[in-house]
């Protein structure tokens, strides 16, 4: 019970004693930045110690490598877990604001992917060791660390932001598509092959659309396969729906910054006005081509 605070202490004092060491600045410059030469190799490394962690706790989960290596998987886990602890307490203490950092989507993923190995130490008994257990492969959550230090990542998410409402209703889309379709099975089949409810129609539904047909469930009459030929068809046929819509606003991300500068100096003109109206979009109707100096929206009436 007493080495988790030890621990604990040990590493805010190491912490404490590299701020004051190597000063703040440089410490926010390192952390904090990644376009300076020591942010740069600092990511470098951060990122490669996250993937050998993952990579050890994939490893260690096959029983003949855990019983011949165990000592060795330990004291990487251990090392591992008290270097992102280091770094974890460093990014509390040279951020501006420690709390919204804390409390952030990276900050919550920094603190699961340390969390599992000191709540492994606190729960004892062999009883618990499926729950300890279930603490450990939280230690995969190391891997999402990655993304704070893709700058594509946030193009991505800005992407995903734009076509959410696109991507909602051809969600929706296919919910419907595929309740409707798991009905007609199961009226067609009538209970044969597994066809004995509209739950598991739309189960069958579900895995044929999207083209993994799994075979645990199969029509068998004339009328069933047909419309299972056609379900097949469907699902080839959709699944350049939603890779359409995503690729469409990256180009639309990437494209707009460099829309108001020239190509071939680099100096900044002001846009036409076809490309004014163009560039003006309703976040609400989604629809584009107003003017300039519009403060509503010309088919919906929203605010632009």
């Known amino acids: 019970m007493l080495l988790v605070p030890l621990l604990l202490v040990g590493l805010v004092v190491l912490a404490l004693g590299l701020v004051r060491l190597v000063g703040r600045p440089w410490l926010e410059r390192t952390i904090l930045e990644t376009d300076t030469p020591s942010g740069k190799s600092f990511d ?21 490598l855990r019983q011949r290596w165990a000592g060795t998987f330990l004291g990487l ?32 993923v920094d603190l699961l992917a340390i969390l599992p190995s000191y709540l492994g130490l606190l729960i004892g008994g062999g009883q618990l060791f499926l729950v300890v257990r279930v603490l450990r ?25 734009a076509a959410r409402r696109k991507i909602t209703v051809f969600l929706l889309a296919m919910v419907t598509l595929v309740i409707l379709i798991g009905a007609f ?19 069958w539904a579900c895995v044929t ?23 097949m068809l469907i699902g080839y046929s959709i699944i350049a729906v939603p890779t359409g819509i995503l690729s469409a606003e990256i180009g639309l991300k990437v494209l707009r910054p460099a829309e108001g500068t020239s190509a071939g100096t680099g100096a900044f003109q002001a846009p036409r006005q076809e490309d ?6 309703c976040g609400a109707c989604r629809k584009d081509g107003h003017d ?4 509503h929206c010309k088919f919906c009436g929203a605010e632009l």
């Open 44 to 64: 470098a490394l951060l990122m490669l110690a996250i993937a050998l962690s993952v990579l050890a706790v994939v490893l260690e989960s096959d029983p003949l």
């Open 77 to 108: 886990e251990w090392g591992f877990t008290l270097l992102f602890s280091l770094e974890y307490l460093l990014r509390l203490l040279v951020v501006a604001e420690p709390r919204r950092y804390a409390t952030s989507f990276f900050g919550i």
């Open 137 to 161: 492969l939280l230690r995969v959550f190391r891997v999402l660390k990655l993304g704070a230090y893709l700058q594509e990542a946030e193009l991505l998410w800005s992407a995903l932001i």
């Open 185 to 203: 099975m199961y009226v067609i089949e009538a209970g044969n092959d597994g066809f004995g409810s509209i739950p598991v129609a739309i189960y």
């Open 209 to 231: 659309i999207t083209t993994v047909g799994y075979g645990d469930v199969a029509p068998v009459t004339p009328l069933g396969r047909f419309m299972a030929s056609v379900v």
């Open 276 to 281: 004014q109206k163009r560039l003006i979009v």
């Open 292 to 295: 300039p100096d519009a403060h």
